[in-house]
């Protein structure tokens, strides 16, 4: 009941000088709203950033045909050809790699009708939808029997269905790669985006022996740009690197101190680096907009300690009738926490809806998560206690006697 009374007397304080209030208000309105969007805006990048991971494949390497030396000079990773078919076989039988697929990869025309569409094409085996965990829309993926055979079929991302087919079912249509007739046998499901922003629905994939007899260089006839090889698990990866690269080091004759031909790329480990990136991004963005809280709390505090001076004959009039101390600090108090979790709420509203408006307008990422709405409404209670304790404190601090002489 004591504090029923209290916050009456506070909200008609506040009320009373509503213009005061407001502005005292708008710190704690820009802080809480300012925190709220920045949070939502480096939620929507982890988020991002974990759904790429996601989608590339969990526990993943890449390894790919690594610098030698030509003519006196150094060609870069991935150009010579170093690795092949049996390469990949010999990493799938590591005891800590689940599937291993040699990858050759490249970009063609794709003609169907009287539509065409410019896409990239990787050559590759049936392992490649296991370490990719690229689950499949319509249709099914190529076998070892067709790779082995060299068949002119073909899985499409979705990007290219859309693009080559609109509504029309592509299984069992013709497509030209290359002018290279290729039965379409399944779609791919929508995976989206990857981490360097490529999208990985703008895709078609095809045996590795039939893309290097029918769309890409003879010469790369065996032979692979690289190997994609998933681990057992995470736990697992660091052991799994070592063997890949004392295999191929074995296979490829490479003596000690000699370079690798080849190179081993953790991609799960530059993913988490990615991620840790935009965590600390996050948090940094969420702690510069908190200052405006902490401003937003020094004014509440200033308009208090004012509010204290012009009230004085008041709290000496309270006083004088049997108001305790303690109930005057509680009165100025609940007046701060008041003004505190009003701009509060008001900023939530506005925090909330900005994140609706740069989601929907620029386009950007963004997710307001509970955790982010508690945190703000944890602060903003914390800041009107401790901004507002020192002046309640002074309220409740003045003598009675002297109270009341004041003008």
Sequence with gaps: MIFT????????ALVTHRMRSFLTMLGMVIGVAAVILMLAIGQGAQAMVRSSIESMGSNLFIIMS??????GARVAGGMAPTLTFSDADAIRGLGDIVAAAPVSPGTAQLIYGGL????????????????????????????????????????IGAVVGRELFGDEDP?????????????????????????????????????????????????????????????????RMDAAESGINELLRNRHRIGVGQDDDFTVRN?????????????????LLGAIAAISLVVGGIGIMNIMLVSVTERTREIGIRMAIGARRRDVLWQFLIEALTLSLIGCAIGLGLGIGGAWLVGNL?????AVTPASVLMAVGVSFLIGVFFGFYPARSAAGLDPIEALRAQ
């Design 66 to 71: 690594g610098a030698t030396t030509s003519g």
């Design 362 to 366: 620029a386009g950007l990422p963004v």
């Design 116 to 155: 065409n569409w410019n896409t990239s094409v990787y050559g590759t085996t049936p392992d490649y939808a296991v370490v990719r965990d690229w689950p499949m829309e319509s249709g099914g993926f190529f076998s070892e029997a067709d790779v082995r055979s060299g068949a002119r079929v073909a899985v």
């Design 267 to 283: 991609l799960t480990a530059l993913a988490e680096t990615a991620a840790s990136t935009t965590r600390i991004m996050s948090l």
């Design 171 to 235: 299984i069992g249509k013709i497509i030209r790669i290359r002018q290279a007739p290729f039965e379409v046998i399944g779609v791919l499901a929508a995976k989206g985006q990857s981490l360097d922003g490529r999208d990985q629905d703008d895709t078609v994939i095809v045996p590795i022996t039939s893309a290097q007899q029918k769309i890409f260089s003879s010469s790369m006839r065996n032979r692979a740009r690289l190997i994609m090889a998933q681990a057992v698990s995470d736990k």
């Design 5 to 12: 009374s209290l916050f009456e007397t506070a909200w008609h």
